[in-house]
């Protein structure tokens, strides 16, 4: 029928343009990590370089933007965040896996509460649960005087293993839940019966058992805490995590280290998805022919003839990827063609800008008073567009080559210097 | 070693509901016993009772002489083999039969050796690093019992194991357990609602209804004597005929069946009594199906009666002939597939003989439901 | 209790109470009970506490609604703007969320063909394993004065001069429409894909039109899909910090950027822990509300 085509025609637009929404702005920030503008941009293309994943830039303006592998914070922010999810992985995983078992051994009026005030953490919003736990522990800090206490109960990464906790164990819980919602009973009393005491019970057949969810809540719990950013940011006090340090580049400064950072994390995303996939399909594959050979030799009698399913069929996905590989060897033709890149546009790009730089400076100091912005041209700068004039500041230049801007400005800023 | 089992007046109740009620029997050392009884009767209770899952609210359970109260599943010298097997899916075979000696704390080296003897005693040798799910469902149910054997229980307790299997499979494995029990040489309690099965492998057979134990006794006592109406009807076919006591003399009753005049033992009330039988009472009349002839010159028993053809339905080895009496109640009898019925139709009344000998009378009660 | 120690096993049984005494003791009901409890006390440096002055007050309510001393006007309209706002917005949100992802959930779940519906949820769930911060750069990065959508406007002519998406809270509503779609989309498509495909054909069959067959047929049915993923989008927008951080203009708060402000930049935990409350309560009445609307029990609603 013809309206049928047409309602499918507007449906598939419309998935079209839900992806594009969905995929659009990650696509184009990877794409920005390229561009060794200061600014995340696409157009103007300045230059193709990897200098966003290495040693970033150096001030001639006085701003620094550091590069992926040249960035201290984020480097403190990603070993605390790597220690705190080990922390958190330690302590929900036991919780959840406790709460699950007495769950199901609990009579059934205590059961609803009991199962109602696990779920709770979920229910609350992440900040509240950062908050409760930084002044509680203060004021237990307090109390405890000088010492172990007072020293833990301020420690930002302590409190924010607690606060994770709290409601990670809540995923780890649901993950135990549903896979013991499963478990055949009888296998514990046929152990006991067998003369096992309760705790070998326990041990050989019940932690065999939950062995993959052990896994899987294993894996939930750190991604989950890595990362988190609403419970954190309360609870970290004088640390940084890895997100914490990635919102506070809102107050530094954006640049494409930025993108870099996500291309990063896209990449190693995809690539642990695609392994999994890959994994999970081989696993599958096993287990169907074990279970057809099975079959196979059980029906031998009835002389039935199983067919073995074999080949791994092309996902049509394929023409996404040959397609996205066209646009690519395009888009590096132009680059080529147009000697876009290499460490030669760079150094050009950035003696062009320098000198835009010293002549709008001479250009300053000549017009103080009588300076108009437009004529400045200042958003061509880029990276601080979007933020104080800094040209109104005179102040900006009593740290003028040093490494590290702070922001002259708080009025606007809701994020206090760490 | 093995061990009897005595239960005392053992009750089981859960809130006002007695799932087991004054189950009193003694069962021997060494013996194959069965309970039988249909599903939700108590059988699998009193099962769990006895090792230890459940405890009795009232009576006691002795093993061996000694008082089971207070002790755990895991402490009594019993090995139960549960309905669905509960093999542990993520070990092997060798491992499975192993494991109770592995709780025990046995060294790996005693372990394997023990388990090599068991997989021999059940025919699968060579096979103990196969895992649980490649095995066929009689292979399953023969490691179930080498793992329970493992540990040498005194008393082996069977849930109903082999109400999973096929017909033929079934037949096998009710030789090959019987053979098993008889080579082992322990006490084996099993649970079934199949009374063939209770009466070709057992010792003594208990049937149950509604929590309490009905008969105890040997296959063919509890056959051919059936003690109440329930055991009558549940334990193979039986004709039920509804009639009033007419006379008695020592052990046999007259009994008044839609005119027609019956004679038949007296049924028991227990192994050693009988019943005593007033003039007048409402008894039941018992005869199974394949202790009724059609009369002719080679057939003729002291008990005669007349009823019309309803249906002739053919069965392989025998032909089942149901007819109507005057009540509108089918009485069914089988003949074997030889003779010739062809003669027999709707139209006539067809004359039937049955012997007294075999016909028992019972008080009235409750039939087995169908 | 003896049961209990009998059924698992003394060592087990004491890690079993431990660690669930630690968890739904100490890390959920005490912080909350004591946060509580700091709302309603003033604001005192860390040696009065406990003292004489530690008393219970509805000083910070009271600044919530009308303002401090200080204020002229008869309410706190900054505040309490705000967080009508915030509520607002979220509510918005969620609205415009459910809309947005209904024809995506069942196109998934009913009309395509099970490999795409798993290319489409593997696809779907591979942008929410990138952290929610740098998805809302990455949005900042199109929306932002010089960004890409401004450059391509001004490229093409199209406009003269950049627009200020950031300011005109544009490029908020987009981050947060964008930052939950998939915990709408999974209830939804849980829900819709137990529907019996058979009772929309007999819909179709029967004369009905789509738009009835999804209001009276499909919609009850994903009654608890909806119920669930409107839920969870409305607590995380209303509660969301990392969004508005990045995204919001100087002239628009978030009411949880309100609490990070008078936590550590005022220092006054007290205000903050009852700002905390009231956002708290927000959220417990709103699920509160869902379960009572569309008939659900708590258990339901996590997926």
Redesign the interface.
């Known amino acids: 029928m013809k309206s049928q085509h047409v ?1 499918n025609f507007l ?1 598939g637009i ?2 079209f343009i ?2 594009s ?6 696509i ?2 990877s794409i ?1 990590a390229f561009n060794s503008a200061e ?6 293309w300045e230059c193709f370089s990897w200098r966003w994943f290495s040693e970033g830039k150096i001030a001639y303006d006085g701003q620094h933007l550091a590069g992926l592998s040249t960035d201290w914070r984020l480097h403190d922010g990603l070993i605390s965040s790597l220690i705190i999810g080990f922390g958190v992985v330690c302590l929900s995983v ?2 959840g ?3 699950s ?2 769950l199901t ?1 609990v009579h059934s009026r205590l059961r609803t509460l009991f ?15 950062g ?6 522990w ?2 237990i800090a ?2 405890g005087g000088d010492g172990l206490i007072s020293d833990l109960g301020r420690n930002g990464i302590f409190l924010t293993i ?1 606060g994770q ?2 409601f990670i ?1 809540t995923y780890c819980f ?1 993950i135990f839940v549903a896979r013991l919602q499963r478990f ?1 009973q ?2 514990e ?14 041990f ?2 019940l932690i ?2 939950l062995r993959p969810a052990i896994a899987s809540s294993a894996v939930i719990a750190f ?1 989950a805490s890595f ?1 988190n ?2 419970t954190t ?2 609870s970290i006090l004088s640390d940084q995590t890895l ?1 914490t340090v ?2 506070s ?2 107050r530094l400064g ?1 640049s494409p280290a ?2 870099a ?2 291309l990063v ?2 990449l190693l ?2 690539i642990a ?1 695609i392994t999994y ?1 890959i994994l999970k399909r081989r696993e599958d594959k096993k287990k169907k022919e ?1 279970q057809d050979l ?1 079959l196979f ?2 029906t031998q009698d009835s002389r039935l003839k199983r067919e073995m399913k074999g080949s791994f069929r092309m ?3 394929i023409f996404l990827v040959l397609a996205l590989i066209v646009v690519g060897l395009f888009g590096f033709n132009q680059l080529v063609k147009n000697g876009l890149y290499g460490s030669e546009c760079v150094k050009a790009a950035e003696i062009a800008k320098k000198s835009k730089f010293s002549d709008q400076l001479k250009l300053l100091q000549q017009n103080v008073g009588t300076v108009d912005e437009k004529s400045l041209k200042a ?1 061509e700068l ?1 990276g601080t ?2 933020y104080n004039n800094i040209f109104g500041d005179p102040n900006l230049f009593k740290n003028f080559g040093g490494l590290d801007n702070k922001s002259p400005n708080n009025s ?1 800023n ?3 210097i760490d | 070693m093995s061990a009897d089992v005595d239960l005392q007046n053992v009750s089981v109740t859960f809130g006002s509901f007695y799932a087991a009620k004054n189950a009193t029997v003694k069962i021997q050392e060494g013996e194959f016993f069965s309970f039988l009884g249909p599903s939700g009767c108590g059988k699998t209770t009193l099962l769990r009772a006895i090792s230890g899952f459940l405890e009795p609210s009232e009576g006691k359970i002795l093993i061996g002489g000694q008082n089971m109260a207070g002790i755990g599943p895991n402490k009594r010298p019993t090995s139960l083999i549960f309905q669905n097997l509960a093999l542990f899916p993520l070990m092997s075979v060798a491992d499975n039969i192993a494991f109770s000696l592995e709780v025990k704390g046995v060294n790996k080296v005693q372990r394997r050796k023990r388990a090599d003897e068991l997989l021999e005693l059940i025919a699968l040798s060579g096979q103990g690093e196969k895992k649980v799910h490649e095995l066929s469902g009689g292979q399953k149910q023969r490691v179930a019992i080498a793992r329970a054997l493992a540990i040498e229980p005194q008393v082996l307790l069977l849930d109903e194991p082999l109400s999973a299997l096929d017909l033929k499979l079934r037949q096998k494995m009710r030789t090959e357990l019987r053979a098993i029990q008889k080579r082992v040489g322990i006490t084996f309690i099993y649970i079934t609602h199949d009374q063939g099965e209770a009466l070709t492998m057992s010792d003594r057979v208990a049937v149950m209804n509604e929590g309490e134990l009905e008969q105890i006794g040997l296959s063919d006592a509890v056959y051919n004597s059936p003690q109440t109406p329930f055991v009558a009807t549940f334990v193979g076919e039986n004709n039920p005929f509804y009639g009033k006591v007419l006379s008695t003399e020592k052990n046999m009753v007259k009994v008044d069946f839609q005119g027609n005049s019956f004679l038949a033992n007296a049924g028991n009330i227990d192994s050693s009594k009988k019943h005593n039988f007033s003039k007048g009472e409402d008894v039941i009349l018992f005869i199974r199906p394949e202790s009724i002839f059609i009369k002719d010159k080679n057939n003729k028993l002291d008990n005669n009666f007349k009823a019309k053809l309803k249906t002739i339905e053919f069965e392989g080895n025998l032909k089942n002939i149901y007819l109507s009496t005057n009540s509108n109640m089918d009485v069914k009898f089988s003949v074997p597939n030889a003779i010739d019925t062809s003669g027999l139709s709707s139209e006539n009344e067809i004359e039937l003989t049955f012997s007294s000998k075999k016909a028992v009378v019972l008080p009235k009660g409750s039939l087995a439901v169908d | 209790m003896k049961y209990f120690f009998d059924k698992n096993g003394p060592l087990v049984s004491t890690y079993f109470i431990i660690a669930i005494i630690f968890w739904l003791v100490f890390l959920i009901i005490i912080p909350q009970l004591y946060m509580l409890d700091l709302s309603f006390r003033p604001n005192l440096p860390p040696l009065l506490r406990g003292g004489p002055d530690d008393v219970h007050t509805l000083i910070h309510y009271k600044h919530f609604v009308f303002g401090s001393e200080t204020n002229t006007e008869r309410f706190n309209y900054v505040d309490i703007g705000v967080f009508f706002n915030t509520i607002l917005t979220a509510i918005f949100v969620t609205i415009i969320n459910l809309c947005f992802c209904y024809p995506i959930a069942f196109y998934m779940a009913k009309v395509a063909t099970p490999n795409t519906s798993r290319l489409l949820i593997v696809s779907l769930i591979i942008p929410f394993w990138i952290n929610e911060l740098l998805r809302s750069f990455a949005l900042r990065i199109l929306f932002a004065g010089e960004g890409v959508i401004n450059n391509i406007l001004l490229g093409t002519g199209l406009i003269d001069t950049g627009i200020n998406f950031i300011a005109m809270d544009i490029a908020l509503y987009t981050g947060l429409t964008y930052a939950y779609i998939l915990l709408m989309i999974f209830p939804l498509y849980n829900a819709i894909e137990s529907l019996d495909i058979n009772q929309l054909e007999a819909a179709k069959d029967l004369g009905s039109s789509p738009f009835r067959t999804h209001w009276r047929i499909v919609i009850p049915h994903a009654k608890a899909g909806i119920a669930s993923g409107c839920t969870m989008v409305f607590m995380l927008t209303a509660g969301a910090l990392a969004t508005p951080v990045v995204l919001s203009s100087p002239n628009t708060y978030w009411f949880t950027q309100l609490i990070y402000q008078w936590f550590n930049m005022n220092d006054n935990w007290s205000r903050g822990s009852a700002y905390s409350i009231l956002l708290l309560t927000i959220s417990v009445v709103f699920v509160l509300l869902m379960m009572r609307l569309f008939k659900v029990k708590i258990g339901e609603i996590i997926k």
């Open positions: 309602l449906l419309y998935i839900f992806f929404y969905l995929f659009g702005p990650l184009i920030m920005t600014f995340p941009a696409i157009t103007p036991p919780i896996l406790a709460a078992i007495v051994q199962y109602s005030v696990s779920i709770m953490p979920v229910l609350f919003p992440g900040v509240i649960i908050i409760s736990t930084v002044v509680l203060d004021r307090t109390i607690l906790t709290c164990s649901l055949d009888t296998q009393e046929a152990a006991l019966d067998l003369g096992a005491s309760q705790t070998q019970v326990f050989k057949i065999p058992y991604l990362e950013y609403n940011v309360f997100t990635i919102a580049k809102v954006i930025i993108s950072l996500a994390i896209i995303t995809l998805a996939e074990r099975l030799e059980e996902p049509k996905s958003g880029g567009k979007d606007s809701l994020f206090s």
